[in-house]
């Protein structure tokens, strides 16, 4: 990832993304003992891509603070799908923590299906102290179990969009909203999951990579449903 492919410029470490997110010193403290923990237990775990490492704030921490700015002000309860090493849910919790924030999440979960990657979560979460669940086990059998909506849901990286949509239906209400991290395919990905699915969405562009959007869900319905 060069500058010049990025609207926010080079975030090239913590002051850089401090300047260009606006936030407290105290929210700065927990994302950097996240970014440590990430460098320290990427070492036995693949958290991100190994390239990735060495342009972490850009590649990962902002690649996720900038779902912020789409997050309704009336959101109370957080979903995070396929959370692996925590981008974007556990960023978005750290930034929602920020005693500045406007509000304060009832709920904030994070479903991750890999013990080791949520033996880390877990430990991100104990060390920064924010409040977060983390949810360990296959997201089909999480909704069957433990059922709930989410006003707000993201992923990452999980899954092309036809093969992603059925696992946000079962979270999904009609007051939620998704907010999924995608590349250039973006457009394509969207296409293919109109032939099994009515929604209503948006693509943004990203503030990350020029090619990447985030296509935001307000409204999904399964064509077999009516």
Not at 15 to 36: C, H, P, W
Not at 86 to 97: D, Q
Request: glycine share 4%.
């Amino acid at each position: 990832m060069t500058a010049n492919t990025s609207p926010l410029g080079d975030i090239s470490g913590p002051d850089s993304f401090q300047a260009a997110f606006n936030v407290s010193r105290e929210t700065m403290a927990r994302l950097k003992i996240y970014a440590g923990l990430v460098r320290d237990w990427q070492k036995t775990i693949n958290l991100v891509a190994p390239s990735t490492l060495d342009h972490l704030w850009q590649r990962h921490f902002a690649d996720s603070a900038q779902i912020l700015a789409q997050i309704p002000e009336t959101a109370e309860t957080y979903l995070d799908l396929g959370s692996g090493g925590g981008f974007p849910g556990l960023v978005l919790a750290i930034l929602l923590a920020d005693p500045d924030h406007s509000s304060s999440p009832k709920a904030f979960r994070l479903i991750e299906s890999d013990a080791r990657k949520a033996a880390f979560l877990r430990e991100v979460v104990r060390q920064t102290d924010v409040p977060v669940d983390i949810l360990c086990g296959r997201i089909e059998k999480i909704a069957i179990q433990d059922r709930f909506d989410s006003d707000v849901i993201t992923a990452r990286a999980l899954a092309p969009l036809d093969r992603l949509l059925p696992l946000i239906s079962p979270f999904f209400s009609v007051k939620s909203k998704a907010l999924l991290l995608k590349g250039r395919n973006a457009a394509a990905e969207i296409e293919a999951a109109e032939k099994n699915w009515r929604l209503v969405c948006d693509l943004v562009p990203s503030l990350t990579d020029r090619d990447a959007r985030l296509i935001v869900i307000s409204d999904l319905q399964a064509k077999s449903e009516g």
